[in-house]
């Protein structure tokens, strides 16, 4: 226990903290939007998140970027991060709605049982790992530019703000609260929450079911998708298997706010980025990954159900 | 329960379980005996390499008797896993760590190069085999009760990703506990199983057929076990709670306890594998405990048949055994198969089909079979 560690970087701890729970906060959108849907966790969606990572990394190496040769000028910088932002996002939503396709929609037409879906679910996710790892050679892929400075621009209270930092931040929470408006004020979002309060009625009221399921694994595909994107802004390199402690993590921020509930899993993602820092800086950093489960296993024994309570349908009917 | 052709009040014999019980009781004895025999004859010269003609079932780029040792192990991982996801319905992704943590306790407390022995003095010798080997299976069998009392009060999916976490935690713990476990530098010297005979020892570091024939004797004195509790009042409560557990607490089962007590027994087997492993392998580190060695082992419950203890055994065999005779072929052929590479990828798909096309499995267990396709017919609104 090293509290002095703790004081010393506090501020710091609480930015980089921050930055990386924004990104766990887009992934566990992803759950949640499907748990509060389907009643179903969405084992593969890490794997969703991780292929959006290599589909941004390829698309700028195919511009003709590497970690030799950066785009210089701040718009051209723009432009390249945009191209590599539409090309995870299309990626990662892509594979999500193959994913319900295959694995889930033939089985719920068969009315499986739960543990049939996980399992699928679990086929799934080790099917796309072992694609890109095959492709890969189960090596780290870290030659992609900088398109976003990691330099310091200025500080507050003692914490470097870097514009990396920035640009997770402020992207993330765009993203969040455009999730948000279309879940409640749109014809499509209205549908989603009709089926996740009750689908068989919503499915006799006129609502498509199978659309609406589509749509709720695109959301989520979108969402992995740019946080794929910033992920590779922050880490610089990716991996075939990057997405399973990454999918645990955003995960426990989705249980952590209460599974089912959009802006819990915001909080979540958020208060899980912060506890995670300032907890490998009591414990070590060495331990870091186990910190989310164990915030995992303490959530689940103490209240199950969350801080803000599971359900996007009661939450905001 | 309805499908059950009733014709002069006995049940049709239906698939390789249904004939073996068609069987009067002698025969069926007789053909349990001769396949048991066979098994154990597997790995000796005559059969494995006969003179004059050659056997497709051997495997040609790996030594047989290793390849039958690791199908043994993951068999034996199969059995302890198809108690915990085919019996109680609990769906445990992280099984592995419990043959990890059996692994690792024997290691600690036997070899000479401990830790435990070698920095902290806990152990002024190591303990002698036999008499580690209970204490691991009890430390392993502690731990899954350990787990499992906060985290079996949960719904079925967060046991899942808890019991994945789980894994993932004691990969990670054993990487970074350089203090105890070595991490990457892992644990050398584990001995291998007592006895000698004639002054060799029966158990030694070439010939892997006598460590092939201890796990296979192990799988059937744990199948005996395991098949009694099946048909006993915890394996039909085990039933009752993979059912319907809500129906089942209020029929008076007390379902916490008996999902403990599954958990429980799963965590014993898996952690016996474990430090029958270790006895063999002699060293050991953090790499050998991945998360996809996990989920082969869900892959081999699934493919075989959850619920059925023949499946579990078929499907722990093919796991561990298709692989590498595909090698052999391949090499045999003149091509580079490379099955390792591949069968993570191949058993993915083979879940997701499986899921869809035969969720039953290869050699289902009757009474599941049932209940996949009484569920089939209730099939939902608006799909």
């Given at each position: 226990m090293d509290f002095s560690e703790l004081f010393r970087n506090f501020p710091e701890l609480t930015t980089t903290g921050l930055t990386q729970g924004a990104i766990y906060a887009l992934v566990a959108l992803g759950y949640t939007l499907v748990y509060g849907v389907l009643r179903l966790i969405n084992f593969a969606h890490s794997e969703v998140f991780m292929v959006g990572t290599f589909a941004a990394m390829w698309t700028w190496n195919a511009l003709g970027f590497n970690q030799n040769l950066s785009p210089s000028g701040v718009l051209i910088s723009a432009g390249v991060l945009i191209a590599g932002l539409l090309a995870a996002v299309a990626v990662s939503s892509a594979t999500a709605v193959a994913v319900e396709l295959t694995a889930y929609r033939p089985l719920r037409k068969r009315n499986a049982p739960p543990l049939a879906f996980l399992i699928s679910a679990i086929g799934a996710s080790f099917v796309i790992m072992e694609i890109i790892g095959i492709a890969t050679d189960r090596a780290p892929y870290g030659n992609m530019p900088e398109l976003v400075s990691n330099k310091p621009l200025f500080t507050i209270l003692g914490a470097e703000i870097t514009p990396v930092q920035i640009v997770i931040v402020v992207g993330a929470l765009v993203m969040l609260v455009g999730l948000d408006w279309f879940i409640n004020n749109t014809r499509l979002g209205r549908g989603v929450r009709a089926v996740a309060q009750d689908p068989d009625s919503a499915a006799l009221m006129g609502v498509n079911k199978g659309r609406v399921i589509g749509l709720v694994f695109l959301l989520g595909g979108v969402m992995a998708g740019v946080a794929a994107v910033f992920a590779n802004l922050k880490y610089g390199f990716t991996k075939f298997n990057?997405?399973?402690?990454?999918?645990?993590?955003?995960?426990?921020?989705?249980?952590?706010?209460?599974?089912?509930?959009?802006?819990?899993?915001?909080?979540?993602?958020?208060?899980?980025?912060?506890?995670?820092?300032?907890?490998?800086?009591?414990?070590?950093?060495?331990?870091?990954?186990?910190?989310?489960?164990?915030?995992?296993?303490?959530?689940?024994?103490?209240?199950?159900?969350?801080?803000?309570?599971?359900?996007?349908?009661?939450a905001r009917a | 329960?309805?499908?059950?052709?009733?014709?002069?009040?006995?049940?049709?014999?239906?698939?390789?379980?249904?004939?073996?019980?068609?069987?009067?009781?002698?025969?069926?004895?007789?053909?349990?005996?001769?396949?048991?025999?066979?098994?154990?004859?597997?790995?000796?010269?005559?059969?494995?390499?006969?003179?004059?003609?050659?056997?497709?079932?051997?495997?040609?780029?790996?030594?047989?008797?290793?390849?039958?040792?690791?199908?043994?192990?993951?068999?034996?991982?199969?059995?302890?896993?198809?108690?915990?996801?085919?019996?109680?319905?609990?769906?445990?992704?992280?099984?592995?760590?419990?043959?990890?943590?059996?692994?690792?306790?024997?290691?600690?407390?036997?070899?000479?190069?401990?830790?435990?022995?070698?920095?902290?003095?806990?152990?002024?010798?190591?303990?002698?085999?036999?008499?580690?080997?209970?204490?691991?299976?009890?430390?392993?069998?502690?731990?899954?009760?350990?787990?499992?009392w906060p985290t079996l009060r949960l719904r079925g999916d967060y046991l899942a990703i808890v019991t994945l976490g789980f894994a993932e935690m004691i990969r990670v713990i054993a990487v970074q506990s350089e203090w105890v476990l070595g991490g990457d530098r892992g644990i050398s010297a584990i001995p291998h199983p007592p006895g000698e005979i004639g002054g060799e020892p029966i158990f030694g570091f070439v010939d892997p057929k006598p460590y092939y024939w201890l796990v296979l004797t192990v799988i059937i004195v744990v199948v005996f076990g395991v098949r009694n509790l099946a048909r006993s009042r915890v394996g039909r409560a085990w039933v009752s709670i993979r059912e319907d557990e809500d129906a089942a607490e209020l029929m008076g089962v007390p379902t916490f306890k008996f999902k403990l007590w599954a958990f429980a027994i799963g965590a014993t087997i898996g952690g016996l594998s474990g430090a029958l492993w270790a006895s063999k392998v002699n060293f050991m580190n953090s790499t050998t405990f991945s998360l996809e060695n996990s989920i082969l082992v869900l892959a081999a419950v699934i493919l075989g048949g959850a619920g059925s203890i023949p499946g579990a055994i078929l499907g722990g065999f093919l796991v561990a055994y298709v692989p590498e005779w595909l090698r052999g072929l391949g090499g045999f052929l003149g091509l580079d198969i490379n099955t390792t590479e591949y069968r993570y990828l191949i058993f993915g798909l083979v879940l997701i089909v499986m899921m869809i096309f035969r969720p039953q499995g290869i050699w289902p267990n009757r009474r599941r079979e049932a209940e996949i396709k009484d569920r089939q017919k209730e099939v939902a609104v608006g799909e």
């Amino acid at each position: 226990m090293d509290f002095s560690e703790l004081f010393r970087n506090f501020p710091e701890l609480t930015t980089t903290g921050l930055t990386q729970g924004a990104i766990y906060a887009l992934v566990a959108l992803g759950y949640t939007l499907v748990y509060g849907v389907l009643r179903l966790i969405n084992f593969a969606h890490s794997e969703v998140f991780m292929v959006g990572t290599f589909a941004a990394m390829w698309t700028w190496n195919a511009l003709g970027f590497n970690q030799n040769l950066s785009p210089s000028g701040v718009l051209i910088s723009a432009g390249v991060l945009i191209a590599g932002l539409l090309a995870a996002v299309a990626v990662s939503s892509a594979t999500a709605v193959a994913v319900e396709l295959t694995a889930y929609r033939p089985l719920r037409k068969r009315n499986a049982p739960p543990l049939a879906f996980l399992i699928s679910a679990i086929g799934a996710s080790f099917v796309i790992m072992e694609i890109i790892g095959i492709a890969t050679d189960r090596a780290p892929y870290g030659n992609m530019p900088e398109l976003v400075s990691n330099k310091p621009l200025f500080t507050i209270l003692g914490a470097e703000i870097t514009p990396v930092q920035i640009v997770i931040v402020v992207g993330a929470l765009v993203m969040l609260v455009g999730l948000d408006w279309f879940i409640n004020n749109t014809r499509l979002g209205r549908g989603v929450r009709a089926v996740a309060q009750d689908p068989d009625s919503a499915a006799l009221m006129g609502v498509n079911k199978g659309r609406v399921i589509g749509l709720v694994f695109l959301l989520g595909g979108v969402m992995a998708g740019v946080a794929a994107v910033f992920a590779n802004l922050k880490y610089g390199f990716t991996k075939f298997n990057l997405g399973f402690l990454f999918g645990l993590k955003a995960f426990t921020a989705a249980v952590l706010g209460g599974i089912g509930n959009l802006r819990g899993a915001v909080l979540g993602g958020l208060l899980l980025g912060l506890v995670e820092n300032y907890a490998s800086a009591l414990v070590g950093t060495q331990f870091r990954d186990l910190v989310a489960f164990v915030v995992l296993i303490a959530v689940l024994m103490f209240r199950p159900t969350g801080i803000l309570g599971e359900s996007l349908g009661r939450a905001r009917a | 329960m309805t499908d059950v052709q009733i014709k002069n009040g006995a049940p049709e014999p239906r698939g390789f379980t249904g004939k073996l019980n068609a069987m009067s009781k002698p025969g069926r004895w007789a053909a349990i005996t001769a396949l048991v025999a066979l098994f154990y004859l597997m790995p000796l010269g005559w059969f494995a390499d006969p003179p004059g003609f050659y056997n497709p079932l051997v495997t040609f780029s790996s030594d047989f008797g290793t390849v039958l040792f690791d199908a043994a192990i993951f068999v034996l991982l199969a059995i302890g896993l198809n108690v915990v996801v085919g019996f109680a319905g609990l769906l445990d992704l992280g099984y592995f760590g419990f043959f990890a943590v059996g692994a690792y306790a024997m290691a600690l407390l036997t070899s000479p190069a401990s830790k435990l022995i070698t920095d902290y003095h806990w152990l002024d010798s190591p303990w002698p085999w036999l008499a580690a080997l209970p204490v691991a299976i009890v430390i392993t069998a502690l731990t899954g009760v350990l787990l499992g009392w906060p985290t079996l009060r949960l719904r079925g999916d967060y046991l899942a990703i808890v019991t994945l976490g789980f894994a993932e935690m004691i990969r990670v713990i054993a990487v970074q506990s350089e203090w105890v476990l070595g991490g990457d530098r892992g644990i050398s010297a584990i001995p291998h199983p007592p006895g000698e005979i004639g002054g060799e020892p029966i158990f030694g570091f070439v010939d892997p057929k006598p460590y092939y024939w201890l796990v296979l004797t192990v799988i059937i004195v744990v199948v005996f076990g395991v098949r009694n509790l099946a048909r006993s009042r915890v394996g039909r409560a085990w039933v009752s709670i993979r059912e319907d557990e809500d129906a089942a607490e209020l029929m008076g089962v007390p379902t916490f306890k008996f999902k403990l007590w599954a958990f429980a027994i799963g965590a014993t087997i898996g952690g016996l594998s474990g430090a029958l492993w270790a006895s063999k392998v002699n060293f050991m580190n953090s790499t050998t405990f991945s998360l996809e060695n996990s989920i082969l082992v869900l892959a081999a419950v699934i493919l075989g048949g959850a619920g059925s203890i023949p499946g579990a055994i078929l499907g722990g065999f093919l796991v561990a055994y298709v692989p590498e005779w595909l090698r052999g072929l391949g090499g045999f052929l003149g091509l580079d198969i490379n099955t390792t590479e591949y069968r993570y990828l191949i058993f993915g798909l083979v879940l997701i089909v499986m899921m869809i096309f035969r969720p039953q499995g290869i050699w289902p267990n009757r009474r599941r079979e049932a209940e996949i396709k009484d569920r089939q017919k209730e099939v939902a609104v608006g799909e």
